[in-house]
């Protein structure tokens, strides 16, 4: 729907996802904040902490879009791989980073600095930091992959420092209508509309008692017309819906 | 940490996800019980509603993994193509399966059939069923493949009648313990042990105000011999520290 898409995917990285010890926070919370920044989230992995498949993935998915977003493994312990392994996906070596290294003497203290913690200090050599003002975890940017932490409140922090480095898109339009019909009465209709109007991309949502149907496009005039349309063609098939708008 | 470990992939399917329209609440829930099922969930992708994507994914996590599982895009609407891409996926047609329209018959009534609910009877050659009591919805079985609505509490229905098919692993023991001191104060105990007990996964996750670390292994007594390692390392480090064990 738009030649100058800027796309984005998302690489999730930690075990603790994939055993269902802890609930992913950090997906919808992306995924809402490129969208308000027109840039289209196409992919997310959620993978776990195996060197091979993270380096794997990153060449993928860092050829593939835009932007990549890692989140998990940044830390001082054994299963935190992430920054080795993004360093092998950019053929990159490790060097002790200035700023972050600073940065955790501040924390810590000299007399503090061990072996774990100098750690998170090597970073891949053409590493930029990202701004964290909620902990010492160095998240980075390396070309177009920002590597943050799986912290839900570190990751959102580092997000609001990258997302000053990333090129808008086109904001992406969305309006949506719920309404009692089931899915199945309207999807005549709304695939003719869809026809109608191919610029804008049409979602139908069943939920416990209804459909929600959301349009979307770069064009809000588009969508605003599109979606007249479909309420009145739901209200041809059952005069009295209450159609709830948004 | 086990030859004949069982494995699955997770592929979600929809707009809304990336859109961050609707947060996904399917993951959780089927890594959480694959696991009690002694199912190691390997990785999880979520994409848009694109055919070739959608054909891609499937071809590569069924080639990959003992079962994938796939929510999403099989209603009656034009967005809804999962169906059709799991066909081609596995090169076969689509044909009338009759008690897929038996189900829709009787919950919609002869005379209430439509084009929209009719397709979605329409399954892949060599589809199973799967049970679902909660709503008309098809969700079948191709060969490793389950595939499976996006509501919530659809998709857990069905996983509750595709489980009864799925081969059990060996069940995976797993410990926590949770301590205020930091990562980086228990990285190297933590290193040395994972070495010295490498069937045992050990994980280790920061939270506001401590760490909490995970052991996991199919041998429980290894399990609770590292982890009373790490308690006694943990109480060297900070005798008075409150370790909370579950």
Do not use: W
Request: net charge negative; proline share 4%.
């Amino acid at each position: 729907m738009n030649n100058n898409l800027i796309t984005a995917g998302f690489l999730i990285i930690g075990n603790e996802i994939l055993s269902g010890r802890t609930p992913d926070q950090n997906l919808n919370f992306l995924a809402k904040n490129l969208a308000e920044m027109g840039i289209v989230l196409r992919e997310v992995r959620v993978i776990g902490d195996f060197e091979d498949e993270i380096i794997e993935n990153v060449k993928h998915l860092k050829s593939k879009y835009n932007y990549v977003f890692t989140s998990g493994g940044i830390g001082p312990t054994h299963d935190d791989i992430t920054t080795s392994c993004i360093a092998k996906a950019f053929n990159q070596e490790l060097i002790l980073h200035p700023l972050a290294n600073e940065i955790l003497i501040k924390h810590y203290g000299s007399e503090n600095i061990n072996e774990a913690r100098l750690k998170m200090a090597y970073l891949p050599v053409n590493a930029e930091l990202l701004d964290n003002p909620v902990s010492s975890a160095p998240g980075f940017r390396l070309e177009n992959v920002f590597v943050m932490a799986g912290v839900p409140k570190i990751f959102q922090a580092m997000f609001v420092a990258s997302s000053k480095e990333l090129v808008r898109g086109q904001k992406i339009y969305s309006r949506e209508i719920k309404f009692k019909l089931t899915e199945s009465s309207i999807a005549h209709d709304l695939t003719k509309l869809q026809q109608e109007y191919p610029d804008v991309a049409m979602g139908s949502y069943p939920f416990e008692g209804g459909t929600s149907l959301v349009f979307r496009s770069i064009n809000l005039n588009q969508v605003n017309i599109a979606i007249n349309k479909m309420i009145d063609l739901i209200k041809i098939l059952n005069p009295n819906e209450n159609i709830e708008i948004s």
